[in-house]
């Protein structure tokens, strides 16, 4: 969902699932097995839609990674991912104002994932989350380069290109290089980072506490799934828009606390 508007900057929710996670939602749906738990998400929205629905201006619907987040789904032909992105996207085209394909780690899902999207008549974005590294030509986990992958969703159409659930550093590095690449074409960009100290490719190797992500964005005694603070993500979200950014929000380990502090200080920005 994407909410309050700073002028010419949407901003997007937080991550849903650690939220949700972090206030137990099992307990919302105890009928439920733990697999189909975030099925509690749906109903959480279900119990108050007027009061999401005031808070929102856009409703932009998520088209996520058929398989595990961050590892490109090798073992699944294309006309697999095609019928279940088709099939999600039909059953959602009515309701939504955007596609937003998200956490992407490869050129050929979010090939698929933006096709099926555009299918369905709604605007679609794309948002592939990339190694942590802060690297000037930013790649996605696929290890194929982020701008490949715009070059290849330009050729689709779509109206924006996000990068989303790495580091904050490795954010700030792409919206610069996504800018570049996209001067002077009529396409949004974006960015919404995860929350995390240990980042992501540190825990995917299971290097412990190694810490990449920068200490002073963290209580100094964190240890490696802390989330970051809210003013220090908040710095992040202002660097991003400082680059070129119009959409910035939040990924996994990022709640509401960050996004008010993000709303104020872009709207600080905005007011000076
Ligand atoms: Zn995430």
């Given at each position: 969902?994407?909410?309050?508007?700073?002028?010419?900057?949407?901003?997007?929710?937080?991550?849903?699932?650690?939220?949700?996670k972090s206030?137990?939602?099992?307990?919302?749906?105890?009928?439920l097995?733990?697999?189909?738990?975030?099925?509690?998400?749906?109903?959480a929205n279900a119990a108050?839609?007027?009061?999401?629905?005031?808070?929102?201006?856009?409703y932009?619907?998520?088209?996520?990674?058929?398989?595990?987040?961050?590892?490109?789904?090798?073992?699944m032909?294309?006309?697999?991912?095609?019928?279940?992105?088709?099939?999600?996207?039909?059953a959602?085209?009515?309701?939504?104002?955007?596609?937003?394909?998200?956490?992407?780690a490869?050129?050929?899902?979010?090939?698929?994932?933006?096709?099926?999207?555009?299918a369905?008549?709604?605007?679609?974005?794309?948002?592939?989350?990339?190694?942590?590294?802060?690297?000037?030509?930013?790649?996605?986990?696929?290890?194929?380069?982020?701008?490949?992958?715009?070059?290849?969703?330009?050729?689709?159409?779509?109206?924006?290109?996000?990068?989303?659930?790495?580091?904050?550093g490795?954010?700030?590095?792409?919206?610069?290089?996504?800018?570049?690449?996209?001067?002077?074409?009529?396409?949004?960009?974006?960015?919404y980072?995860n929350?995390?100290?240990q980042?992501?490719?540190?825990?995917?190797?299971?290097?412990?506490e190694?810490?990449?992500?920068?200490?002073?964005?963290?209580e100094?005694d964190?240890?490696?799934?802390?989330?970051?603070?809210p003013?220090?993500?908040?710095?992040?979200?202002q660097?991003?828009?400082g680059?070129?950014?119009?959409?910035?929000?939040?990924?996994?380990?990022?709640?509401?606390?960050?996004?008010?502090v993000?709303c104020?200080?872009?709207k600080?920005?905005?007011?000076?």
């Open positions: 969902m994407a909410g309050t508007t700073p002028p010419g900057v949407l901003v997007l929710d937080g991550g849903m699932g650690h939220l949700l206030h137990d939602i099992a307990k919302f749906a105890p009928h097995p733990p697999e189909r738990q975030f099925a509690a998400a749906a109903l108050a839609p007027q009061l999401i629905l005031s808070a929102h201006v856009a932009i619907q998520s088209a996520p990674p058929l398989g595990p987040s961050y590892a490109p789904l090798k073992d032909p294309d006309n697999l991912m095609e019928e279940e992105y088709r099939s999600l996207c039909s959602m085209a009515e309701h939504v104002d955007v596609f937003l394909c998200e956490t992407m490869s050129i050929r899902e979010a090939h698929i994932a933006a096709q099926a999207a555009r369905c008549g709604r605007p679609v974005w794309v948002a592939f989350t990339l190694r942590d590294a802060p690297d000037p030509q930013p790649q996605l986990r696929s290890g194929e380069s982020l701008h490949a992958a715009t070059k290849a969703m330009l050729e689709l159409g779509v109206e924006a290109i996000l990068v989303n659930c790495c580091s904050a490795a954010v700030t590095a792409a919206v610069r290089a996504l800018h570049t690449q996209l001067a002077g074409r009529n396409i949004r960009i974006g960015g980072a929350g995390f100290r980042t992501t490719d540190e825990w995917l190797q299971g290097r412990g190694m810490a990449t992500n920068d200490p002073a964005d963290f100094p964190a240890a490696g799934t802390a989330a970051i603070l003013h220090a993500y908040a710095r992040h979200a660097a991003w828009v680059a070129g950014a119009d959409i910035v929000g939040g990924c996994c380990g990022i709640g509401p606390a960050h996004m008010r993000v104020e200080k872009l600080e920005r905005a007011d000076a």
